[in-house]
Structures are given as structure tokens and as C-alpha cells.
């Protein structure tokens, strides 16, 4: 059985097929106003431990236009692993649905999720990564240059799961990736090393750094994300000590080439990480990567439903 846990557990050939995939579903839904019910009686139940917009309704959105529902199961329903034990509940929800997406606030549940599961597990979001994300980042980025290979996305902000989903979208489909943090808010090594293995094989680089001006020289793209994610809200105060060098404003963007494209997962906290100059501007690509997530999240369904 396959799980979406990590875009690491992805093929190269995987990950571009996956893209592909997801072209052709907008393509099609863009020119007949619909999609072949490809997903057709299948069932998506949905466990968030934190809240969402796009994650939610893109999904459930994903999988009525393919013919098939979602259920969406609220924190305080499901109480992962408090009102009852996350594997006890990978054994029931698995009895009822196809398929499950959860959002999660320790990686190790998802993964434990996964493994009590009869049904593929998708990783919603967790402390470690956001594979979605990186999935509908890397479909923005393919649409916008016909291509992966080769370009330059610069990350400046948080080395967060975010961060690591792009390290791993990166390397895989050979696209240089410099991230900038501050001092101690690096990507876990872990990831970097990872990175650099599957780099080393797409033709990649992959450069940490502390300088988001170094970062965005000769960018195509550059990425932020929030600086205080879901579940350190007690660093906040801390963190925006520390993160102002790290905005991405025009001053920053105008180092990166003229035909740049700036990109942020959403939610934005305008005024800290972007302003909103930029959020609104002629670089930013904020709400079609937004739109994104649905057609990306489609074809990460249909290639673990259908045979
Ligand atoms: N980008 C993203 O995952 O958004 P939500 O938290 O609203 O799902
Ligand atoms: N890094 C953010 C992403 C939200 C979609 C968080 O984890 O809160």
C-alpha cells in the first residue's frame, strides 16, 4: 500500500508524473467545466488537529469534482490520541473510508496513522512537512516556466515544514534551492542532507544560508512562510525578534531577476513575513498557488485510488 507522507517517498518519475497528472485535470476541468468521475463512490475522511482553509476545502472540493465525497472530521471530534489512541483510530476510520488526509500536529502521528491504516494516509500538513503544499509549489512553478529543471527558487523566512517540503520538490526535479534563515532557524539537517542526495542525482544545488540578499540573486522564484507555524505560538514574541531582515518586500524582491515570481503558502501575516506591496503585486502568484492545491491534491488522489 502507498501513503503520501513525504515528497521524499517519491520517485523523481513519480513526482513528475504527479505534475503532469495534475496539469491535464485542470486542462480538462478548465476547457468542459468538469473532470471524469475517475474517483467515482470513493471517500476521503479528513482528521485536522489545527484549522484550515485551503487544505479543507480543496480537498473536499477535489474530491467532489472527481466524482466522489469527503468528510471532513473536526479537532474536537476525532481528539487524535487523547480521546482515543491514534492507532485505534487508523484501525476504525480505515473500515469506513478509501482513503485518509490528516493534518497533524507531531509528523510521528501521520506516521502512525499510516501504519495502522488498511487505506492510504495523506499527509495534510505536520510539524516535519507539508507535501501537498510542495506538490501544488512545484505544479505553480512548471505551469509559470514550462519547466522545473534548472530554475532558481529562493526561500527566505522560517526553515520550517514548509521549507522542507520545497528541499525535497526541489532536489527531486532538479531546481537550485537556496534557503535564507536566521541563525538557528535553519531546515533540520536531516532534510538538507536528504535534499542533497536526491540534488546530487536531478543535477541540483542546494545552498543554506543566513543572507536573504545572497538568497534571491538571480532568483525565479522566491518563497516565504509565516514565521511563528501552528503549535509555536509561545515563540512568537521571540520569533519576530528575529525574522524583520528576513521580509520579503520590494526592496528584496528587486534583487531577484525582473520576471520573478514571489509564492506564499497562505496564510500571510501582511506587514511580517511580505508586505503587502508584494502579496498584491506584479510578481506574486499567492492565489494560483492557492488554486493550485485542488488540482495538485487530484492527482496525488487518483494515483493512490485508482489501479
Ligand atoms: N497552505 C495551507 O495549507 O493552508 P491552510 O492551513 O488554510 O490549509
Ligand atoms: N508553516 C505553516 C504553514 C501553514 C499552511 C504552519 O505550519 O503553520
Redesign the pocket.
Known amino acids: 500500500m502507498r501513503h503520501f507522507l513525504s515528497i521524499a517517498d517519491l520517485s523523481s518519475d513519480e513526482v513528475w508524473a504527479i505534475l503532469d497528472k495534475a496539469r491535464a485535470l485542470k486542462d480538462e476541468r478548465q476547457k468542459t467545466g468538469e473532470n471524469e468521475p475517475l474517483l467515482r463512490g470513493k471517500t476521503l475522511g479528513m482528521v485536522f488537529q489545527k484549522p484550515s482553509l485551503r487544505t479543507r476545502v480543496s480537498f473536499d472540493m477535489a474530491m467532489i469534482q472527481l466524482g466522489g465525497r469527503a468528510l471532513y472530521l473536526s479537532p474536537n471530534e476525532i481528539q487524535l490520541g487523547k480521546r482515543e489512541s491514534v492507532a485505534d483510530v487508523a484501525r476504525v476510520l480505515s473500515r469506513y473510508v478509501d482513503a485518509i488526509m490528516a493534518r497533524v500536529f507531531a509528523h510521528r502521528d501521520v506516521e502512525e496513522l499510516a501504519a495502522y491504516s488498511r487505506v492510504p494516509v495523506i499527509n495534510g500538513?505536520s510539524d516535519f512537512n507539508?507535501p501537498c503544499?510542495g506538490m501544488a509549489d512545484l505544479l505553480t512553478i512548471y505551469e509559470r516556466y514550462d519547466k522545473l529543471t534548472g530554475l532558481k527558487l529562493a526561500y527566505v523566512g522560517?526553515g520550517?515544514?514548509?521549507a522542507h517540503s520545497l528541499l525535497l520538490g526541489a532536489s527531486k526535479t532538479g531546481m537550485h534551492i537556496t534557503v535564507a534563515t536566521p541563525t538557528g532557524y535553519e531546515p533540520h539537517p536531516a532534510v538538507v542532507r536528504l535534499a542533497r542526495t536526491f540534488a546530487t542525482e536531478s543535477g541540483s544545488e542546494v545552498v543554506i544560508t543566513n543572507d536573504p540578499r545572497q538568497a534571491v540573486r538571480d532568483a525565479d522564484v522566491i518563497y516565504t512562510?509565516?514565521w511563528t507555524?501552528?503549535?509555536q505560538e509561545a515563540e512568537a514574541e521571540q520569533r519576530l525578534k528575529v525574522f524583520p531582515p528576513y521580509q520579503v518586500n520590494g526592496e528584496l524582491v528587486a534583487q531577484a531577476r525582473p520576471e520573478v515570481i514571489v509564492m506564499h503558502?497562505?496564510?500571510a501575516h501582511r506587514g511580517q513575513e511580505i508586505t503587502d506591496e508584494v502579496a498584491d503585486g506584479p510578481h506574486s502568484v499567492l492565489f494560483d498557488q492557492a488554486e493550485n492545491r485542488m488540482h495538485a491534491q487530484k492527482a496525488i488522489l487518483v494515483s493512490l485510488l485508482v489501479k
Do not use: E, R, Y
Open positions: 500538513l507539508h503544499q522560517d520550517n515544514n514548509v512562510d509565516v507555524s501552528m503549535g503558502c497562505l496564510p
